[in-house]
């Protein structure tokens, strides 16, 4: 452990000259400093222990310490450190045809990028071309659902529909439009049956009333993540697949949290029979957080449209990164592992057994609902049961803060929509131990009790 003095140093220089994601700095109180972790728990410079209740943005799937990861990292970047897919290399190729295999259908082709916003960024792109070159070069519009966070680029920024994220950092860029998510929860249509299905309906009325001929794709994760954990209904993204098919709209799946076994299905698409997205991104999972890297998978009958002799047809678009042999090689590894060890299946059955647990919560006066999809769970918190009315953010602090100071680290819908803060996430490493995981339901109960 450092010393106090070496402690005190490098929280100085913290303070000085590093800039943090998404935090706001108040004085006296400094962030967590990580100093090392063991599989899903993790140590401070303080030497406190912590479990990872959020997989650090959600990525961190496998743990810390994988030393097969570690090692097909190092032995890759002995063999050949750096190679760009201007060219092609070995683990590239071989991950490219993995992704394929496991995202079912005819057959994908991906491209390779560094993160989650690039890959969307690159499926944008793909879009607007793919229509262009395909004698429809009006359609360059993008709809995305209010509370989804699509990247923090500016076009995947343009596409999250969540109003804090974006306040001063207006205009966003054009053709990016937000319909009602499928929330049931707090549907506009809710003495209606299914009211996700008029969410789904929306969105074809949309695509009409601004005119199919100007609309290029729908952009959806499976199930919203970081905007609360918003499951639909199983008919809604059936009827979104239809109503896209129908427009010649292309439906881009955003798996970057819930891609690869994270929500108990390889992809999170999966869930709901019949579904086969032209489009799917993905990042975090696919390298358990390791290293970087985004993709972007597209269905071998649209990347066709890239092959047509013509000035411009091919994909002008390149990443100096993406695909990095390494990052590629970590990929490989990954999902060797996550298939060996059965993750998936494991996610899904112990993930039933946590979401029943954490259900007891609801007899809370201030749990409002308790939604979950293998290891995903959203508490969404209330004043009032009756009027929903959401609990303040000093609320949802003290439950996070309480949890941190009994080890364990969950997290919250940070900035989706003002004054909606108030759905508290956990989404554990996937290779979580269920005792660790009934620990941390246990943590959640006695910090919601103690309140
Ligand atoms: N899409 C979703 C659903 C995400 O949750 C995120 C990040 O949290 C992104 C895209 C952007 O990924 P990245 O942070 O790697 O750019």
Not at 6 to 24: F, M, N, R, S
Not at 233 to 239: A, T
Request: charged fraction near 20%; hydrophobic fraction near 40%.
């Amino acid at each position: 452990m450092k010393t106090e003095v070496a402690k005190q140093t490098l929280i100085e220089k913290d303070q000085k000259h590093l800039w943090h994601a998404v935090y706001k700095e108040v004085e006296g109180a400094n962030p967590i400093i990580a100093a090392s972790g063991e599989g899903s728990w993790f140590n401070d410079i303080d030497g406190n222990r912590y479990f990872d209740g959020v997989s650090g943005l959600w990525c961190l799937n496998l743990g810390h310490g994988r030393k097969e990861i570690v090692d097909a990292a190092a032995e890759q970047m002995m063999k050949l450190s750096y190679s760009p897919l201007t060219l092609s290399h070995e683990p590239a190729i071989e991950l490219s045809a993995k992704i394929s295999e496991l995202l079912g259908g005819e057959g994908y082709k991906t491209f390779f990028s560094n993160s989650g916003s690039e890959a969307n960024e690159t499926a944008f792109k793909i879009a607007r071309q793919y229509h262009a070159q395909n004698g429809n070069p009006g359609k360059y519009k993008f709809i995305s659902r209010y509370r989804a966070y699509h990247g923090s680029t500016l076009g995947a920024l343009s596409a999250t529909a969540q109003a804090n994220r974006k306040l001063k950092y207006d205009p966003p860029a054009p053709g990016f439009l937000h319909v009602q998510p499928p929330y049931s929860y707090r549907s506009p249509f809710g003495d209606t049956q299914d009211p996700d299905m008029i969410a789904a309906e929306m969105i074809d009325q949309m695509i009409t009333w601004e005119g199919a001929e100007t609309v290029a794709g729908v952009i959806m994760e499976p199930i919203i993540s970081g905007g609360g954990v918003i499951i639909p209904s199983q008919g809604y993204l059936q009827r979104v697949a239809e109503i896209c098919k129908k427009h010649n709209v292309l439906l881009i799946m955003d798996e970057v949290v819930s891609g690869f076994g994270r929500t108990g299905k390889m992809f999170g698409f999966m869930h709901y029979e019949g579904v086969q997205p032209d489009i799917v991104t993905m990042a975090k999972g696919l390298t358990s957080g390791y290293l970087p890297l985004g993709a972007t998978a597209v269905k071998s009958e649209i990347y066709k449209k890239f092959k047509e002799e013509g000035i411009n047809n091919h994909f002008r678009h390149v990443s100096t990164y993406g695909g990095h042999p390494a990052s590629c090689a970590v990929g490989l590894k990954n999902l060797e592992i996550i298939e060996r060890e059965n993750i998936v299946a494991r996610v899904a059955h112990l993930g039933e057994i946590i979401l029943g647990e954490l259900k007891e919560l609801i007899s809370h006066k201030n749990v409002g609902e308790v939604r979950g999809a293998g290891f995903l769970y959203g508490i969404e918190l209330v004043e009032d049961k009756e009027t929903k009315t959401p609990v303040t953010d000093t609320f949802v602090g003290k439950i996070i803060a309480s949890c941190k100071e009994k080890g364990f680290i969950i997290g919250k819908n940070g900035d989706t929509v003002p004054g909606f803060s108030n759905v508290l996430i956990i989404a554990p490493p996937l290779s979580s131990t269920e005792a660790d995981l009934k620990r941390l339901v246990e943590a959640v109960k006695i910090a919601l009790a103690e309140l």
